[in-house]
């Protein structure tokens, strides 16, 4: 009698333990119906064990994925080894809110879930635990990290001005182009005069104008093409261009930044070179010299006007 009755304690404990435990617990039987529930996911789902146990799995949850949830847990069932999914890969099973709305940092509860066959006396996996793991404070500290490291990573590469490459990151770009050996041209600006302008409008509307600049510059080409090479000084590889529509698109960007300056008491203008890529190019450093040398002869011949290298 005595043996009977710490059977029946254990029984109790145990069932204790699965309620309270700080994990979802669920049991699906062959037909993915719910035979255990515990406290963790009457707690987060709202739905009690008793509200739960006999309902199928799918019903319960309709925005669970079936056809992925039945390809996980099928070898469960038939080779009876167990299987886990990390939320990098699926962030969630079950789409539980966050249990810290206030404090936590994400909407929903990031989840680890792992699902182990429960061998019944014939040793036939006639049912699968799924285990919840709650992962939510490890997955957004790796997001964090992650976010962090991409936004050193732009600040790295991007002018912060402009949101343009900057010189170092753009130079490479360049040298894959050139030896991609697609037609194309390269544009080099400089604005006229700026430092006189910077002590005339001040810093803060220099700014804005180079921000300006930089916005346009973007429509020009892909987006990796554009940077801003050195303080007012613009780069922008015009890929699939000929020299002649590479003069009118730099022309066209000379007027615009002409524009600027048309309601201002001050002149605003730039001086562009243009230089095509040649076979006759030795390398990408030659190319953005002789844009150099274009840029160099457009200062020299007057400023605000644009000038296409000619060997």
Not at 141 to 169: M, Y
Not at 211 to 237: C, H, M, P, T, W
Request: proline share 3%; glycine share 6%; net charge negative.
């Amino acid at each position: 009698m005595a043996a009977n009755s710490d059977g029946i304690n254990d029984i109790h404990w145990l069932m204790d333990i699965l309620q309270n435990i700080d994990v979802g617990l669920v049991v699906l039987d062959r037909n993915y119906d719910v035979q255990l529930w515990n406290a963790f996911m009457e707690g987060h789902s709202g739905l009690s064990p008793q509200r739960a146990k006999g309902e199928n799995l799918f019903s319960l949850f309709p925005d669970i994925d079936e056809s992925w949830f039945r390809q996980k847990a099928e070898p469960v069932f038939q080779l009876k080894t167990r299987t886990f999914t990390i939320w990098e890969q699926r962030p969630y099973l079950f789409h539980f809110r966050n249990s810290r709305p206030i404090t936590g940092r994400s909407e929903f509860m990031y989840q680890n879930t792992s699902i182990i066959p429960l061998e019944s006396v014939n040793r036939q996996a006639d049912h699968i635990c799924v285990i919840i793991y709650d992962v939510t404070d490890t997955a957004v500290g790796k997001l964090d990290v992650s976010r962090a490291n991409e936004t050193l990573s732009q600040i790295q590469t991007r002018d912060s001005l402009t949101g343009l490459l900057n010189k170092s990151s753009w130079l490479p770009v360049l040298e894959d182009y050139f030896q991609s050996q697609q037609p194309g041209c390269l544009l080099l600006m400089d604005m006229d005069h700026f430092r006189d302008l910077n002590h005339s409008i001040g810093h803060q509307q220099c700014d804005e104008l180079l921000r300006r600049i930089g916005q346009g510059l973007k429509s020009l080409s892909a987006d990796n093409y554009a940077a801003r090479f050195g303080g007012e000084i613009f780069s922008v590889i015009l890929d699939n261009h000929d020299a002649a529509s590479s003069m009118e698109l730099a022309e066209k960007l000379r007027r615009s930044v002409l524009n600027l300056g048309r309601n201002s008491q001050h002149d605003i203008s730039a001086s562009i070179g243009v230089a095509e890529r040649s076979d006759q190019n030795g390398s990408a450093m030659e190319w953005l010299s002789n844009a150099d040398k274009a840029l160099y002869h457009a200062k020299e011949s007057g400023r605000n006007r644009t000038s296409l290298f000619k060997n």
